[in-house]
């Protein structure tokens, strides 16, 4: 594995380039936080994935899926079978865009909450705990003759 140097980048300035390469290489099947399009919704992926991991699957998605990576594998299956083409970034560019996705989990984590999904399965199991509970207040309040 070659090693590459990388001149010092501000993280600010590598979040901005790596919003410009992310608008123009990955936006048309990515979004973040917008919910999936071809590709998986990206909000969050850094703290999901490891770095090293998040640099190959940009680099070379063929090369996960040949070796039978099982993440690669399971988006590939969500994503009907469409490969992900690799964009052919360089080194800096892939780390840009990567900056640029770790500079929006800082925004996402305010917004995060329950998600709408689960609201239903809330909701009913908070009825069925205070039916339950009027059930139980009902059933044991019995006269008991104390002699």
């Known amino acids: 594995m070659a090693v590459i140097w990388l001149a010092p980048i501000k993280h600010g300035q590598a979040a901005e380039n790596g ?17 999936k399009l071809v590709g998986p919704d990206l909000a969050g992926v850094t703290s999901r994935r490891e770095a090293g991991w998040l640099k190959r699957q940009i680099n070379d998605p063929e090369g996960l899926i040949a070796e039978k990576d099982p993440i690669a594998m399971q988006l590939l299956k969500e994503a009907d079978n469409v490969p992900m083409p690799g964009p052919e970034l360089s080194d800096a560019d892939v780390v840009a865009v990567i900056a640029y996705l770790k500079s929006t989990e800082k925004q996402a984590d305010v917004a995060v ?4 999904q689960y609201m239903p399965t809330l909701l009913i199991s908070i009825l069925v705990l205070i039916g339950l509970t009027l059930i139980g207040l009902k059933v ?8």
């Open 19 to 35: 919003q410009e390469i992310f608008l123009d290489n990955c936006a048309a099947c990515h979004t973040i936080g917008k919910g």
């Open 113 to 116: 909450g329950l998600p709408s």
């Open 140 to 147: 044991g309040n019995k006269k008991v003759d104390v002699r």
